[in-house]
């Protein structure tokens, strides 16, 4: 019997001191944190991941979100007021701009480069394509990777008779817009296509589609004869 009163006794002084401390030094309200949420382009999203994670250490009370998810959908979710800020590849355009009742404020924040990526395993050497070639698979025309073309190019590799499977975007994306720009100047100058710069675009239709930068460099690694557009980084 005196073991459970001493026990009785010992939690009962604990709690008291415990009412008595908050009685006497009121806690002060915690501050809140400040949450900052983004979403849009994969092409920077490794370098805004990276920005995030460093500025975390001198304001932990900052809290910032970046969702990778494409430029299109990164627009769409500004516009409708579903995150804090947007990331593009592509700028928003005036009539996009008029959408956005509370303002807009476009800011450059930083700059890449876009490049084919390829698997074809055992080639012993570099590919190389010209551009009026590689506008050419894109556009569906060249089919094989044994192509004249392309072997006159590289007279030094076996390229093998497979199927040229080009790998883009399925997601509206600025990537895409940047390389169909640089695809449309080709066409221009040579009067081969007339393509305009767009974020989403009617490929061919033995392209394999993909959604994000990674999305596209993970189909190309597992996927042999494929080719496709990515930033370097993802390359």
């Given at each position: 019997m005196n073991v459970f009163k001493i026990v009785l006794i010992a939690t009962i002084a604990c709690c008291s001191g415990l009412l008595g401390a908050c009685i006497k030094e009121p806690a002060l309200p915690k501050k809140p944190a400040v949450s900052i949420s983004g979403a849009g382009a994969t092409f920077p999203a490794p370098l805004y991941a990276k920005w995030i994670e460093n500025y975390s250490t001198i304001a932990p009370d900052l809290k910032i979100s970046y969702v990778a998810v494409g430029s299109g959908e990164g627009v769409r979710r500004f516009t409708a007021g579903e995150v804090d800020f947007g990331a593009s590849d592509a700028a928003m355009s005036d009539a996009e701009i008029k959408m956005v009742d509370r303002g807009v404020k476009l800011i450059p924040a930083t700059a890449g480069v876009i490049v084919l990526a390829y698997?074809?395993?055992?080639?012993?050497?570099?590919?190389?394509?010209?551009?009026?070639?590689?506008?050419?698979?894109?556009?569906?025309?060249?089919?094989?990777?044994?192509?004249?073309?392309?072997?006159?190019?590289?007279?030094?590799?076996?390229?093998?008779?497979?199927?040229?499977?080009?790998?883009?975007r399925h997601d509206s994306s600025g990537t895409t817009f940047a390389f169909t720009?640089?695809?449309?100047?080709?066409?221009?100058?040579n009067g081969s296509y007339n393509l305009k710069a767009t974020k989403l675009m009617a490929w061919p239709s033995n392209s394999m589609v993909a959604n994000g930068n990674e999305g596209v460099a993970g189909r190309i690694r597992i996927t042999h004869g494929s080719i496709g557009y990515v930033e370097y980084g993802f390359a």
């Open positions: 698997n074809l395993p055992g080639l012993k050497g570099d590919l190389k394509l010209s551009r009026s070639v590689y506008l050419d698979i894109f556009m569906g025309k060249i089919k094989r990777w044994n192509d004249e073309r392309i072997q006159q190019l590289n007279p030094g590799l076996n390229l093998p008779p497979w199927e040229i499977i080009p790998v883009v720009n640089h695809l449309a100047a080709v066409g221009a100058s």
